[in-house]
């Protein structure tokens, strides 16, 4: 009998994964976001540090998730998913903010492109979809 691990590994993603980039198809009352990877703290404590820069916070309601997937871009830059739902348009004040006060780079899923705030843009099909199931 396989493990989880080894079906996982015939499968190319964790079991429920429908193999869809997080972002990639919108979904209503929802948005994701990616944030670079600063290299200097854990990316859980980033997702933290940016979610609640905010003093006072934007958002009235609704949730931010570190979904643990990460995209490596071909560059080498590794960037983390953040989905959030509810009050779409204080979430993305709120994350903008973060971002920028701590000097870390957001960026998006715009059709078959990934979009960098630096402007730059890598074909998806040339990034590397991952699950971080670390959540340090």
């Known amino acids: 009998m396989l493990t989880k691990e080894e079906l996982e590994k015939i499968l190319g993603g964790p079991i429920g994964f429908d193999g869809t980039i997080p972002g990639a198809i919108p979904v209503k009352g929802k948005e994701v976001v990616y944030f670079c990877n600063d290299g200097q703290r854990p990316w859980s404590k980033q997702f933290n540090a940016i979610t609640t820069y905010s003093n006072p916070p934007h958002v009235q309601n609704g949730g931010a998730n570190a979904g643990g997937w990460n995209l490596i871009l071909p560059d080498g830059s590794i960037f983390y998913e953040i989905t959030y739902h509810g009050d779409l348009a204080g979430w993305r004040q ?25 402007g730059r843009v890598f074909a998806l099909s040339d990034c590397v979809l991952k699950l971080d199931r670390l959540q340090t």
């Open 94 to 118: 709120d994350i903008e903010e973060g971002a920028a006060g701590l000097n870390i780079t957001l960026a998006r899923i715009d059709g078959d492109k990934f979009v960098v705030a630096d």
